[in-house]
């Protein structure tokens, strides 16, 4: 079946420094999505990516698709405390509607 | 009102009880899901409704039932559950629309069976 790896499964930062976690799909995705679950939280969607290629700015965060929609990454510059949880990726292969494969996730902590 | 509601926040129960988890959402998404979330994991599948019928099943045992009695609600009913399935239930919502799938999840039930 559809696999999405997501890598490091943790990172442990200084405030002040970039972070990047990225997903890759055993299979091309129609679009990937991004989530972010605070500690003692429930998942928030942060950005749909759908095009080959895109590029997507949220203030600090970076969001990209790759040319192949197999991969995607985020970026955050200058870490801060309230950066810190879970962050996922989910791909859809466009098939069964509601089908959203997750990756492992990347365990974000921030030292102040 | 961009809100899942998702009652109750905790619940224990023994291996022969019978609960409910109950999930509202009034933003008119005509997509609603349960998810389980185990700690330190993604969330999984479990069920998936669109216009009010049951459109995938993850291969979920029976002792978890689902529910939609209307476009609004979503129900999980639960007996004769395990150890094992103690977790977090998440409930999310989207509009049925191709190519988008933003997820609403609501704030969970992290039930515990005794």
């Known amino acids: 079946g559809q696999q999405v790896m997501q890598i490091p499964q943790y990172q442990h930062v200084q405030e002040g420094e970039d972070f990047t976690t990225y997903c890759n799909s055993s299979?091309?995705?129609?679009?990937i999505q991004w989530y972010k679950q605070r500690p003692g939280g429930h998942p928030v969607f942060l950005i749909q990516l759908v095009k080959s290629g895109e590029v997507k700015k949220q203030k600090r965060l970076t969001f990209q698709f790759g040319e192949a929609k197999k991969n995607s990454s985020l970026h955050i510059t200058a870490t801060q405390t309230t950066d810190v949880g879970t962050y996922f990726c989910?791909?859809?292969?466009?098939?069964?509607?509601?089908?959203?494969?997750f990756g492992q996730g990347t365990i974000l902590t921030v030292h102040p | 009102d961009t809100e899942v509601t998702q009652t109750p926040k905790h619940l224990v129960m023994g291996m022969t009880n019978k609960k409910s988890l109950k999930c509202e959402q009034h933003?008119?998404?005509?997509?609603m899901y349960w998810y389980k979330q185990k700690a330190k994991k993604p969330p999984e599948l479990m069920f998936v409704y669109s216009y009010e019928k049951l459109s995938i099943n993850e291969s979920v045992p029976s002792r978890f039932s689902p529910e939609c009695p209307n476009s609004s609600l979503l129900n999980l009913h639960l007996h004769a559950l395990q150890p094992e399935d103690s977790a977090l239930y998440l409930c999310?919502?989207?509009?049925?629309?191709?190519?988008?799938?933003?997820?609403?999840f609501g704030s969970g039930t992290q039930l515990s069976v005794l």
């Open positions: 999310a919502s989207s509009t049925y629309q191709e190519g988008s799938m933003k997820l609403f």
């Open positions: 299979t091309t995705l129609s679009n």
């Open positions: 933003m008119g998404h005509r997509a």
């Open positions: 989910a791909g859809w292969r466009g098939t069964s509607y509601g089908k959203l494969t």
